[in-house]
């Protein structure tokens, strides 16, 4: 595989910290890393370790295998000259092709559960006279932030052994590493680094790092090994940061060691599909989480139970999804989940209408796809999800935060002025974008969804559903235009109904339990959106004929927000899609195999396109839809996951 020099690669360790960068070396973006750690998983991430300079010795001379960039646009070194190919199997690994034909292997790989990350150097044929410099890039610093050159920063490193730590702030995890070649201390700053995506999205793109020493290795001698690690933080009255614990032995034998686990690790992952699944599952504290979305989302609530009957439920991960759902149940506060972790420590946002919603949907799925797989649900855990159901819905009836609350007509009312508490969630300023103050139309059917669920155990919510959905029928169709309203009662104002054309109006018809329309009207649904709104990479957020439609996702972030949910097309939004596409023709084989072949196999370009092996957050409305935001995205790989799996597998379980 020989992807554009752009593409991204990503190794996660499985505590919400990461390893990444692009095939061509450069960084290009502030959260490129060969050593990203969470403090408090997945929160609190740190980058210590920015990148390297390395640089192969021949008989011929001295060539890069590294490549920077610096202001104003200037890249040197240029190692992507010698790249031949790179593969992300089983970890990203560049064969280098230099001038006098000696070929050198480097490769990449992160230890799942540990903040650990391995390079390796290695000949391809034997060859005299090869030797290797390399030089690690630090800042220590949070992972949102730029670090410019200062005299705080700690160069001296400390020796325990064969490993080597630097302490380079206060209050800032220790870093460790471990190599099989010589190390000598040789302080300097590298100023002015460029970040070409932080300055194409607007934000600042500068930065300087600093670089203690230089490793040395004799790679006609074998394969050459540097093993990095982050520790605790020390507090920050001055007192050194833990040391990072490393496995015993020299640099080789812990790389062989952790690469052999790994290797077998990620061989047991049936698809390619399903191993970049793994990378979104995270610690926090004792439980589990899922990250949003890398580089730079942590866990968000919507995004966890949206993506967990993908990335878990789907693929079989029963234990995982139980870890979840039980980890986030103890976060209800008067029936709201939250939306976001602040990494810092602040108190959890609650601005979400649906995250709690979306979290009764999962806890549903979870139960059919136990007894599908012929398993218990042990009786604690039965009741906790249940009470937790129970306190969304109980709370959501008898209103909460934003406004929240059930109206007269049994529909959900949410929303005050300046709150974005649906997905589409972006705010300039005090201002919400497309703030949907009233009964949006996916939460009316995630509301009515988790009625009926909740019906089973009790008949005030069962009283409540009929209600919801005869209210539903009536309210939301657009008289004689074969499609639904986005809002109604906007803004609280009875009978002030909004029919804006946009993707929300799918999960009315699929990506739920239980659809909420049936025969023609859904059909009339479902084909409007594919007219409308359907692109190879998924839904645009609205449709190109209304006047506030953006046709790309670019710029500073307030014009980037103002395109968010303004056209920008939204992958997740394949999985509501191609459920309702295939509902509305019978679920036949013949439905399902159609869909795979014209809205799944289509996605298999982008696998190598953007962020590699996984799915972008977003891509552009108009052609060629190029894809932007987070290139790793949890709730875009999981629907896809769902897709593949359970909606399209030629005998989908039903619906319990």
């Known amino acids: 595989m020989r992807p554009e020099l752009s593409a991204e690669w990503l190794e996660a360790d499985g505590l919400g910290g990461f390893a990444s960068g692009t095939v061509g070396l450069l960084r290009t973006r502030r959260y490129h890393a060969l050593l990203l750690a969470a403090n408090t998983p997945p929160t609190g991430r740190f980058v210590l370790i920015n990148g390297i300079e390395a640089f192969a010795a021949t008989m011929a001379g001295n060539f890069p295998l590294s490549a920077q960039m610096y202001a104003p646009g200037v890249v040197h070194p240029d190692g992507r000259r010698h790249i031949r190919s790179f593969s992300v199997e089983p970890w990203p690994r560049w064969l280098f092709t230099l001038p006098d034909g000696t070929e050198i292997e480097q490769a990449v790989a992160a230890a799942h559960g540990r903040p650990i990350v391995t390079l390796t150097w290695r000949l391809v044929q034997p060859r005299k006279g090869v030797s290797l410099t390399v030089r690690p890039l630090f800042s220590g610093r949070d992972y949102h932030a730029l670090h410019r050159e200062n005299p705080a920063f700690r160069f001296e490193e400390e020796r325990a052994g064969e490993t080597l730590v630097w302490h380079p702030y206060h209050g800032v995890p220790a870093i460790a590493a471990r190599a099989n070649g010589e190390y000598a201390r040789e302080p300097i700053w590298y100023r002015n680094f460029l970040y070409a995506e932080e300055r194409r999205r607007g934000l600042d793109h500068v930065e300087d790092l600093a670089s ?108 995982a999804a139980r870890g979840i759902l039980l980890e986030w149940a103890g976060m209800v506060s008067h029936g709201m989940l939250p939306n976001r972790f602040p990494d810092r420590g602040e108190e959890p946002e609650f601005n979400s209408v649906d995250a709690g919603l979306w979290y009764v949907v999962a806890a549903h799925d979870y139960l059919a796809a136990m007894r599908a797989a012929s398993r218990r649900v042990g009786k604690p855990d039965e009741a906790i999800l249940g009470r937790t159901v129970e306190s969304i819905l109980t709370g959501y009836a008898e209103g909460t935060r934003f406004g929240i609350r059930a109206a007269g007509d049994g529909l959900l009312l949410a929303g005050e002025p300046g709150t974005q508490l649906t997905w589409m969630d972006s705010k300039i300023g005090a201002r919400a974008v497309t703030s949907r103050v009233g009964k949006p139309v996916e939460v009316e059917a995630l509301w009515i969804n988790a009625l009926l669920i909740g019906g089973a155990r009790s008949e005030r919510w069962r009283e409540m559903h009929h209600k919801a959905l005869a209210s539903f029928r009536e309210r939301f169709p657009v008289p004689g235009r074969g499609y639904l309203h986005d809002v109604v009662d906007s803004d609280h104002q009875s009978g002030n109904d909004d029919a804006t054309f946009r993707a929300n109006q799918i999960l009315a018809v699929g990506g739920l339990p239980f659809p909420l329309l049936e025969g023609a009207p859904a059909l009339s649904v479902v084909d409007a959106v594919e007219t409308r709104l359907l692109t190879p990479l998924g839904l645009r957020s609205l449709d190109p004929a209304d006047p506030a439609y953006r046709p790309r996702y670019e710029g500073s972030p307030a014009e980037r927000d103002g395109a968010y949910h303004q056209g920008t097309v939204w992958p997740w939004l394949l999985g509501p899609f191609v459920e309702a596409w295939v509902r509305v023709r019978g679920a036949t084989v013949e439905a399902k195999r159609e869909a795979r072949r014209r809205f799944i196999e289509p996605l298999a370009h982008h696998l190598e396109e953007a962020g590699l092996e996984h799915i972008s957050e977003v891509a552009d409305g108009d052609p060629p839809h190029r894809p932007g935001g987070c290139p790793f995205q949890a709730w875009s790989v999981g629907e896809i996951l769902r897709l593949s799996l359970v909606v399209l597998a030629a005998k989908a379980p039903r619906p319990v």
């Open 212 to 319: 203690p020493g230089r490793f040395t290795f004799d790679l006609s001698r074998g394969e050459a090994c540097l093993v990095l690690a982050a520790g605790e933080p020390g507090p920050s009255d001055g007192s050194a940061a833990g040391s990072p614990a490393l496995p015993a032995g020299g640099a080789s034998a812990v790389v062989r060691a952790l690469r052999t686990r790994e290797r077998r690790r990620r061989e047991r992952f049936p698809t390619r599909l399903q191993r970049a699944a793994d990378a979104y599952l995270a610690r926090r504290g004792d439980g589990l989480t899922i990250v949003a979305g890398y580089p730079w989302f942590t866990d968000w609530g919507r995004d966890t139970f949206i993506a967990l009957r993908g990335l878990c439920l789907a693929t079989g991960r029963l234990d």
